[in-house]
């Protein structure tokens, strides 16, 4: 039987299950291989869900698989993801954003006015326009007209739908993570050491 304890001590800042280090399937050993050996050690996220419900690792596969058919810029899927993160307090998914970025050799500076978007000369009238999008999404669940026809003067329909689809992904992974204080991984830090 795995070790389902749950934490409960409101100043604690770790996982609120504890991370499952020696997966027992072989599918999963597998995984925790495979991240190791492209992020340099197996992120907290799947060492607290997967041995838990591996099922899930399906939906997680699917996900990246529809990521990589995104046609979007990365700067301002980086942006939008991160952004969305942040928002919704999520230290996790901005902490793997930031590396991901960092891969991807974007500058990482650009995420220092992302919360001042609008005010912010670091961002052209497209991703500002993304991230008022993104914004109003997410604090509203829906978004105004102004708001939308600002989007569709610099995005095609499909864009659009990369956008939404991108930020409801991010969103359903800030929603996995942050109610149960899974933290950054400090890979920005990692990767920066490799």
């Not at 999963?28 to 591996?54: A, C, D, E, Q, S």
């Not at 999404?137 to 956008?163: G, M, P, T």
Request: proline residues 6%; positive net charge; glycine residues 6%.
């Amino acid at each position: 039987m795995m070790n389902t304890a749950i934490k409960t001590d409101p100043a604690q800042t770790g996982p609120r299950f504890s991370p499952i280090e020696k997966p027992k399937s072989l599918k999963l050993k597998m995984v925790y291989w495979f991240i190791k050996r492209k992020l340099g050690k197996v992120i907290t996220p799947v060492k607290v869900f997967y041995p838990r419900f591996p099922e899930a690792l399906g939906l997680a596969g699917e996900l990246g698989k529809l990521h990589n058919r995104f046609t979007i810029p990365p700067r301002l899927q980086h942006l939008i993801s991160i952004y969305t993160a942040t928002m919704n307090g999520c230290a996790f998914c901005v902490d793997i954003g930031k590396a991901s970025a960092k891969q991807k050799k974007l500058n990482p500076s650009i995420f220092d006015d992302l919360l001042r978007f609008e005010e912010s000369g670091g961002f052209t009238a497209a991703e500002k326009a993304a991230l008022a999008y993104v914004d109003e999404v997410n604090r509203n669940k829906h978004v105004s007209d102004a708001i939308f026809d600002r989007l569709q003067r610099y995005f095609s329909e499909e864009e659009i739908i990369q956008i939404t689809l991108l930020n409801a992904i991010e969103n359903l992974y800030n929603l996995m993570n942050a109610p149960l204080n899974i933290g950054s991984d400090e890979l920005c830090e990692l990767m920066s050491s490799q």
